[in-house]
Structure formats: C-alpha cells, structure tokens
C-alpha cells in the first residue's frame, strides 16, 4: 500500500522559515516523480513544487520559486520542501504527493498545515 | 501558463442522475489531464488520467472524454458516495495548473 506521511507543520512568523518532510512507503521512491501540492484553507489546489525521480532536475511555479526548495534523499525514501521567506498567502495544507511520466500526481498524503501568522 | 477553466462552480443533481464536468484549457495539452475527487476532510483522489483512463479502483460509473481543448468528467449515475469537490489537472506544460473546482451536492 502506498503511503506518504507527511510531517514539519505549524505555526511560523512572516518571513521565517520551515521544513517539510514527507517519508514515502509501498512503493520504489526512486521510480517516481514526487511533488508538493497545497491548499489554502477554503480554497482549491495548487502545485508547489516537483523533483524527478533521481533529484537532478526541480520544477516551481513564480509564486514560490526563490522562497522554496524542493529536495529528496532516495536513500531514505523522503521527500522535503525547505520554505524560506514565508509569507501570509503561504497559510495552507501541503500534500506530499507521487506521480510519474504517465500519471503527473497518482497518490497524496494526508497533508499538514502550515499557518503563516504573526 | 496554461489556465484551465472549470464550470460549474457547484452543482446538485439527484441521486441516479448523469452528471458532467467540464475543463476548457487555455491551449493544446493533448491528453494531459487529470480528474481528482476530495470528499469532505479528506485529501484528494486520482480519477482519471490521461484525459480518458480510469484510475485502478475507481468505479465504472466515473469516465473522461476530450473534445479539442474541451475535457470532461461524466458520471453516469449519481451516488452518495460521490459528493465532494472535483479538480481537473493540466500536466502539459509547468507550471501544473488546477481547475477551480466543482462542489457536487446530492439534491
């Protein structure tokens, strides 16, 4: 069975930082693609971040890229996202998420909060 | 980047009944589109793939279909079990891109 648990999440200041984990089993990490998601409370989804599956090539959208840091050690089968200069717009759920060539996001962890407040 | 244009917005059918969604992308991404389910609290669920491939559980009442840069979602009888909001997904070109998503509600 595929699982990704996902852990870091909380409460962080405007322009501090904070590090995502994700640890991935039931499947060879190093197969796949792995990305984050997040969704804003109320809202709907949004793509975060991509790696592929051997870590030599990362993917941002502009409302991140700069701030986040996409990273993974196959050796541990984790996933991480480093967040740096978070913002108030950065309050939301972030799934972990997997995907391939095929299927771009096939499974999605249970997610973890991430609130951005003073 | 590629928008994705998502209607409707909400939508109450009756239970048995056909329902369809429907995503116009702002461009060609040939069969690159996704359908994903996120019931109440929970986290989303794949659908569809490729534009017209069941994901392996999902039951047959739920298909995709593509019609130029038009992609849609049917389900042919209405469960209770299929309220919940529906995503589509662009993986054509980055940065990914979400519909905007359609509440389903049972009447």
């Known amino acids: 069975e595929v699982q990704l648990v996902e852990t870091g999440g909380g409460l962080v200041q405007p322009g501090r930082s904070l590090k995502l984990s994700c640890v991935a089993s039931?499947?060879?990490?190093?197969?796949?693609?792995m990305s984050w998601t997040r969704q804003a409370p109320g809202k709907g989804l949004e793509w975060v971040a991509s790696?592929?599956?051997?870590?030599?090539?990362?993917y941002y959208p502009d409302s991140v890229k700069g701030r986040f840091t996409i990273s993974r050690d196959n050796a541990q089968n984790t996933l991480y996202l480093q967040m740096n200069s978070l913002r108030s717009e950065d309050t939301a759920t972030y799934y972990c998420?997997?995907?391939?060539?095929?299927?771009?996001?096939?499974?999605w962890g249970q997610g973890v909060m991430v609130t951005v407040s003073s | 980047d590629i928008q994705m244009t998502q209607s409707p917005a909400s939508l109450s059918a009756s239970l048995e009944e056909i329902v369809t969604i429907t995503c116009q992308a702002s461009?060609?991404?040939?069969?690159?589109l996704s359908w994903y389910q996120q019931k109440p609290g929970k986290s989303p669920q794949l659908l569809i793939y490729?534009?017209?491939s069941l994901a392996d559980g999902v039951p047959s009442r739920f298909s995709g279909s593509r019609s130029g840069t038009q992609y849609s979602l049917k389900i042919s009888r209405l469960q209770v079990e299929d309220i919940g909001i529906y995503y589509c997904?662009?993986?054509?070109?980055?940065?990914?891109?979400f519909g905007s998503g359609t509440k389903l509600e049972i009447k």
């Open positions: 461009q060609d991404i040939g069969n690159w």
């Open positions: 790696i592929t599956n051997s870590g030599g090539s990362t």
């Open positions: 490729g534009a017209t």
């Open positions: 039931g499947f060879t990490f190093n197969n796949y693609w």
């Open positions: 997904l662009q993986a054509y070109s980055a940065p990914l891109t």
């Open positions: 998420t997997r995907g391939d060539l095929v299927v771009p996001i096939d499974y």
